[in-house]
């Protein structure tokens, strides 16, 4: 049998704010507020060419790089159509969806002034980022051969 003292402490704890976490959400805020306001009005702005498109693996490499399409699925969303969204980008509704999801975070904690304190174990940290890469690779792949190149 375990002793108390040989409980382990919990890997999610809800707190108060911290400076730290008002500027994350802050940060949160100021980043993807604008990144929906562009993918919203992009099918608007991409004709006028007011849109950055390419990056380096186009414009070097001749093939999409792993996080191209990402700025079409969003506006592809922002429209209702998840089956083009998927074509472009397979994880893009994912993200949209999260995007939703660090925006309501980041009201929590400036208007709740509350915070998710995570404390992952290393092998959990290890863990996630090898399935986040594997998801990039595969999405990357799925992209690759959707687009024939």
Do not use: E
């Amino acid at each position: 049998m375990r002793s108390t003292t040989d409980r382990r402490a919990p890997l999610l704890v809800i707190a108060r704010a911290s400076p730290g976490d008002r500027v994350l959400a802050w940060t949160l805020l100021g980043i993807a507020l604008p990144w929906l306001g562009y993918t919203r009005l992009y099918f608007y702005l991409q004709p006028r060419h007011l849109t950055f498109d390419g990056g380096f693996f186009m414009n070097v490499l001749n093939k999409p790089d792993p996080f191209c399409g990402g700025t079409r699925t969003f506006a592809w969303m922002w429209h209702g159509d998840i089956g083009r969204a998927l074509a472009v980008y397979p994880l893009g509704p994912l993200l949209f969806v999260g995007t939703f999801a660090a925006i309501a975070y980041a009201g929590v904690i400036l208007i709740g002034g509350r915070a998710l304190n995570a404390y992952p174990t290393p092998g959990m940290i290890r863990r996630l980022v090898l399935i986040g890469f594997v998801a990039l690779g595969f999405n990357w792949i799925a992209k690759l051969a959707w687009l024939g190149m």
